[in-house]
């Protein structure tokens, strides 16, 4: 119950007075509840049912001493109307108790949605390169809800809790001894039924597994969705789909067996205890027909609470697997955070230009420090500001490791990087990214417009400036002859357009920004020859307006960088002018350049 008790402190934290007022209304709803079952005798006494000693009870006698001195005419409609009245006043406390308990309980998950996902994107970069994206999905989504269903049982188990102890003192008034059998028989059910609670423990572990399993398979597949159609492994990732459905439908059945087995134990022993009270009070205590009535009644609604109670500990307790996880992100994300949201929207991050250079001093990286081999080893470096720097080197050579590294996105396990000869310290990290804009190989774009998508970086950007920034990427032409133009819906990932197109609209994107530091993972690769050369003679015009570092696929688009940065198996090997390192016939980048030149050839 630990994990459950502290999300009901940041409930307590974020509901405040608003959560004790439903704990309020659910005590009222109980008294009023209470006051109406009392009220039968007298009814059942005004109409003769029930003799006078029936009523000779505490609470029950005061209630009736109004009533003696009225005409019998007059006692009926009192008692009518009041025990109308009292039901009244419950249906509208539970009215209102309704309406604020949904107002508290969902806009608690809205407060877990937010700080959950504030709470993952405030990690480091580092930290996403060792997650799955389909377990941040899974928490999310399905782990989030199993936690609000968690905190409105734990709720509903508070508010069972409050009526349950007003039933048990009014039976008590009523009849001790048989309140007494009552609470023992609960007692022992409820030491019978830990078993119960073992068990839904054990299938709610078995059930966070089987989602966890279930988003990450579905993320996958979809994602693969190409490689499954074009290779036909449709069957067999129907067949994993399928046992993976069949294990969760196995595990639902298990738990509902388990709580419809409770609450059969708990049936049967109330309909053996109702028998057992009837059988002492006629027998042994020789109690009227009216009071038994009344005992009878109240210890009918008294008990189907106990069964209640065990199901929500049952289903509460099948939830913590889930609470645990969101407090394993928690503390993994706590671990790993660069950024605090919160604080920065109440103070403006002023942009760190690059007015001098960006550098690289004696860096070394591995992606897992438990290994021997390093990602990067003895980088040193300079990038003056207003240059233009291409970085080369084969497929695992550490080009966007170094990437990274320059942008700030992970930190060196030894050596540093500065910027204008100042270490990138984290509290200069947001205000150096804010300079910075990036252009991946392999361009993303959210599902919405290109206009939305463009003014996700520059939201107070104009048309105009939309439009320079597409013309500046080649991209002007065919967005005009889109359907609806800046407004055109793009789909999952820009897949209504093509590679190129994604690419072009991610660069002008990034040239929106206006940045400092322009960032270019070979950008261009996806591009034809023709608007690669109108790509080329733009970043070409923005030497010496920003500081440009291109990772060059095609070494025939760097001809006019002020240097070149030849990468191999994390070291950097090689670094000077596009001329020098090409005149070189022994070094790599000769090497490199003979490569292409040779494929280009080739029929």
């Known amino acids: 119950m630990k994990p459950i008790l502290l999300y009901f402190k940041k409930l307590h934290i974020f509901a405040g007075a608003k959560l004790y007022i439903n704990m309020l209304l659910a005590l ?9 079952i009392l009220l039968i005798l007298p009814m059942l006494s005004v109409i003769g049912f029930a003799n006078s000693s029936a009523t000779e009870l505490p609470i029950i006698s005061e209630m009736m001493k109004p009533l003696s001195d009225l005409p019998s005419s007059a006692s009926l409609p009192l008692v009518l109307g009041a025990y109308v009245l009292i039901l009244s006043v419950t249906g509208l406390l539970q009215r209102h108790q309704s309406v604020v308990g949904v107002q508290i309980h969902q806009g608690f998950i809205r407060y877990l949605r937010l700080d959950t996902y504030r709470t993952i994107i405030e990690s480091d970069w580092s930290f996403f390169l060792k997650q799955r994206k389909s377990d941040f999905q899974h928490i999310l989504t399905s782990e989030l809800a199993r936690v609000s269903q968690g905190t409105q049982l734990f709720l509903n188990l508070a508010k069972s809790l409050i009526f349950t102890a007003i039933q048990i003192g009014l039976a008590f008034l009523l009849s001790p001894v048989l309140t007494v059998l009552v609470l023992l028989s609960g007692l022992l059910l409820a030491v019978f039924s830990r078993r119960f609670v073992r068990n839904a423990k054990q299938l709610g572990d078995r059930t966070s597994e089987l989602s966890q399993n279930y988003f990450l398979g579905i993320t996958d597949h979809f994602n693969g969705m ?12 129907l067949n994993w789909f399928q046992g993976l459905c069949m294990r969760m439908e196995q595990n639902m059945v298990r738990f ?18 109702i028998a057992i009270f009837v059988f002492v009070s006629v027998q042994v205590l020789q109690v009227q027909t009216g009071q038994m009535l009344l005992i009878v009644l109240i210890l009918a609604r008294l008990w189907p609470r106990f069964s209640s109670i065990q199901s929500n500990v049952e289903q509460i307790y099948s939830s913590v697997p889930a609470f645990n996880s969101l407090i394993e992100l928690r503390a993994e994300c706590k671990a790993a955070r660069e950024l605090d949201l ?15 250079a960006l550098e690289c001093r004696n860096v070394y990286f591995r992606y897992n420090r438990n290994e021997a081999a390093c990602a ?10 207003g240059s233009l720097t291409a970085i080369v080197g084969k497929s695992g050579a550490g080009k966007s490791t170094l990437i990274d590294m320059l942008m700030g996105m992970i930190q060196p396990e030894r050596g540093e990087v500065a910027v204008d000869g100042k270490p990138l310290t984290p509290e200069r990290l947001s205000s150096f990214r804010a300079s910075v804009s990036y ?19 520059k939201p107070e950007a104009t048309e105009a400036e939309i439009w320079e920034a597409l013309q500046f990427s080649a991209s002007d032409e065919f967005v005009r002859r889109l359907p609806q133009g800046l407004d055109t819906v793009l789909g999952d990932r820009g897949i209504r357009l093509s590679g190129g197109e994604r690419q072009r609209i991610v660069l002008a994107r990034a040239i929106l920004r206006k940045p400092s530091i322009l960032i270019l993972d070979e950008a261009t690769s996806a591009l034809d020859l023709e608007n690669e050369a109108k790509i080329r003679t733009a970043i070409d015009q923005l030497k010496g307006k920003m500081t440009i570092i ?6 025939s688009t760097i001809r006019n960088a002020d240097q070149v940065l030849v990468m191999e198996q994390g070291e950097l090997i ?10 070189d016939s022994k070094g790599r980048f000769s090497k490199l350049l003979h490569m292409q030149a040779e494929h280009t050839l080739q029929p």
């Open 342 to 356: 919160q604080q920065q929207a109440c103070s403006n991050i002023d942009p760190l230009p690059l007015k001098e």
């Open 28 to 36: 009222l709803i109980s008294f009023f509840d209470s006051l109406g």
């Open 439 to 457: 252009v991946a190989q392999d361009p993303f774009l959210f599902h919405s417009s290109i206009r939305e998508n463009m003014m996700l970086v």
């Open 226 to 237: 190409k490689e499954m159609k074009s290779n036909r492994m449709e069957q067999s990732h």
């Open 574 to 583: 090689q670094q000077g002018g596009y001329q020098q390192l090409s005149s």
């Open 376 to 385: 990067l080893r003895n980088i040193n470096l300079r990038i003056p500001s």
């Open 256 to 273: 509902t067996r388990l709580q419809a087995t409770t609450q059969l134990y708990y049936k049967l022993a109330s309909a053996v205890m």
């Open 550 to 555: 291109v990772i060059a696929h095609r070494l």
